[in-house]
């Protein structure tokens, strides 16, 4: 029987193995890593100020902002006064964001398919269940 601590290893190692995947193959895309990431994050919470996108990331503030401005230069995000605070700005997808989301939502369902491969329905039902738990695990 293997250790927590080597289950642990292990599952690191597939988590950096599946972003070095998903890298690659958004760069193709013209989108690094940084930048998809704070695409999805923007995207699943529009409005979001630039703090609270920086926490969710665990970046500093200061590199989310540099990273927001390269995208809001590229079209692929906006900035927009937030109404209750002059000081903060709201950022959200850009036009140039849609076309990018729908491929990388078709590269992680590709991803996700190789990962799962030879898995049945129960399967993965059942590993998507023992995920949860341990994710709420690490939140209590």
């Known amino acids: 029987m293997r250790s927590r601590r080597g289950f642990a290893l292990r599952l690191g190692a597939i988590v950096r193995q599946m972003r070095r995947d998903f890298d690659r193959a958004a760069s193709a895309l013209g989108v690094t890593g940084s ?5 999805a994050v923007v995207s699943s919470n529009p409005g979001a100020t630039q703090r609270i996108i920086a926490e969710t990331l ?13 995208m809001v230069a590229e079209g ?13 700005y709201c950022i959200h997808p850009g036009p140039r ?13 590709e991803q996700e398919e190789r990962l ?8 993965r039902a059942a590993f998507s269940g023992l995920l949860d738990r341990v994710a709420g695990n690490l939140q209590a």
């Not at 930048?35 to 695409?39: A, Y």
């Not at 692929?76 to 903060?88: G, I, N, T, V």
């Not at 964001?97 to 369902?109: D, Q």
């Not at 799962?116 to 399967?123: H, I, P, R, S, V």
Request: no cysteine.
């Open 97 to 109: 964001a849609e076309p990018v989301l729908e491929r990388l939502a078709l590269l992680g369902a």
């Open 76 to 88: 692929m995000l906006e900035r927009r006064p937030k109404p209750d605070d002059r000081r903060a």
């Open 35 to 39: 930048q998809w990431t704070l695409l």
């Open 116 to 123: 799962l491969a030879g898995f049945t329905a129960e399967e």
């Open 58 to 70: 665990d970046m500093t503030e200061a590199a989310t902002g540099r990273l927001i401005d390269r």
